[in-house]
């Protein structure tokens, strides 16, 4: 053999194995930096060919604690009891496309529950659809806990807006409560996405501001407008925000977000996925009650409070929302007690919506009432008052001139 062809073969040689370096680099990290066989066998079939054709789902994925773990793409897309309709033939696997809750339980069932057992859950999805898609057994199981929320007719404000407002609308965020075909309820990835599943999205404010925010429920912009809003536009890059929420501490957040507050178990405190453990009022409702457990309910979120604040300034603060809870209550009651004059002396009709005070009327208390209510709790002065106290005595004294002209009209004076 000449040494021609030696070196030929040589330059060859090497060349491949360059190229195979080049290769094996260019594979995704979750293909190759995991030494389980069933992770290589499962997740590194899935990365070999989805980086191709969907680069940022493998890469989001290589992000994800769930990664580091070892859990793999087929853990969480084994299809689980109930889900034998959406099964798939995938490449040599059984899958399913469309992970529910049912998937997420196998590794956090307590959480599920927690979860099931809030507003987010069927409560949720009831104030759009009513107990529509429910199971008989789901909506018992949920209006026990939440009497009056699930057993209820379908939203009529959302009806006459028609089917395309709900879907594109109403639902993209009521359906955190929507009642899957598998028998689980809600949907995780609303709050910590898909694929990289993140504690740390869940925890940014913008994330819990997808849905609560506009003139209904405005807990984002009273959010940014509070101290605490502010706090976190100027150091929010110096939290910890993907700290396990086994061991967060006020050193790791040390200016609150909404699940700060809401959620997570800070300094030792209990970790929860039910918002309602720590709130003491329904302020969303046209006139405000203590919910059933207002006094733990209370306790629990002073004690989230008292991590930053001292106590006197806790109670002042809650005194004071307490206040405009009550005043709020009048003001909203009497707006309700004039149109509800109006039914009775048989100047509006039976059906809702169709004259110009109803929808006054519904703003006063949906918009500005909640608005005033939450601006309290949330240290959202502006909305406590200009967006809140300003608009209810604004409106009050339109809805008092509209009374007086359809009496007039109908004959019944004042």
């Known amino acids: ?206 994330t819990c501001g997808q849905c609560h925010m506009g003139p209904d429920h405005s807990q984002i912009e009273i959010y940014e407008e509070s101290r605490h809003g502010i706090l976190f536009a100027a150091q929010g890059k110096l939290l910890n925000l993907n700290a396990s929420p086994k061991s967060l501490t006020t050193r790791d957040m040390f200016v609150p977000t909404c699940a700060t507050c809401h959620l997570s178990g800070i300094n030792g405190l209990k970790v929860t996925h039910n918002p309602g453990e720590r709130l003491s009022y329904f302020l969303a409702d046209p006139i405000t009650k203590k919910r059933p457990q207002y006094t733990e309910a209370q306790q629990n979120m002073k004690q989230i409070c008292n991590q930053c604040h001292t106590k006197p300034f806790i109670d002042r603060v809650y005194t004071q929302a307490e206040q405009v809870v009550t005043s709020t209550n009048e003001k909203v009651q009497k707006s309700l007690d004039l149109v509800a004059g109006l039914h009775k002396d048989g100047v509006l009709g039976t059906q809702p919506y169709q004259k110009p005070i109803d929808f006054v009327a519904f703003d006063l208390w949906h918009y500005d009432g909640r608005t005033s209510k939450h601006g309290a709790f949330m240290g959202g002065a502006d909305f406590v008052q200009w967006h809140g106290n300003y608009e209810l005595l604004k409106k009050q004294v339109e809805l008092n001139s509209m009374a007086e002209e359809l009496r007039a009209k109908h004959g019944h004076g004042k």
Request: glycine share 8%; with cysteine.
């Open 1 to 206: 053999m000449s040494f021609r062809s030696v070196f030929i073969a040589i330059v060859i040689a090497f060349a491949l194995i360059i190229g195979a370096l080049l290769i094996q680099r260019s594979r995704p990290r979750g293909e190759v930096d995991q030494p389980n066989v069933e992770f290589v066998k499962a997740t590194g079939k899935c990365a070999e060919c989805h980086s191709r054709q969907q680069y940022s789902i493998v890469h989001e994925f290589e992000m994800s604690k769930h990664a580091t773990q070892g859990v793999t793409c087929l853990d969480c897309h084994q299809p689980q009891k109930g889900q034998e309709k959406d099964k798939t033939d995938h490449n040599g696997f059984q899958i399913t496309a469309h992970i529910t809750p049912a998937n997420c339980r196998v590794c956090h069932e307590q959480i599920y529950q927690e979860f099931v057992r809030s507003r987010h859950a069927a409560p949720s999805w009831a104030a759009v659809f009513g107990a529509e898609g429910l199971t008989a057994e789901q909506a018992s199981f949920a209006e026990n806990l939440h009497p009056g929320y699930v057993k209820r007719p379908a939203n009529a404000l959302a009806r006459l807006e028609g089917p395309s407002a709900i879907g594109g609308g109403c639902a993209q965020c009521h359906s955190i409560g929507k009642p899957q075909d598998d028998g689980t309820i809600g949907n995780c990835t609303a709050c910590h996405t898909r694929h990289t599943t993140s504690v740390a999205i869940a925890r940014l404010p913008r």
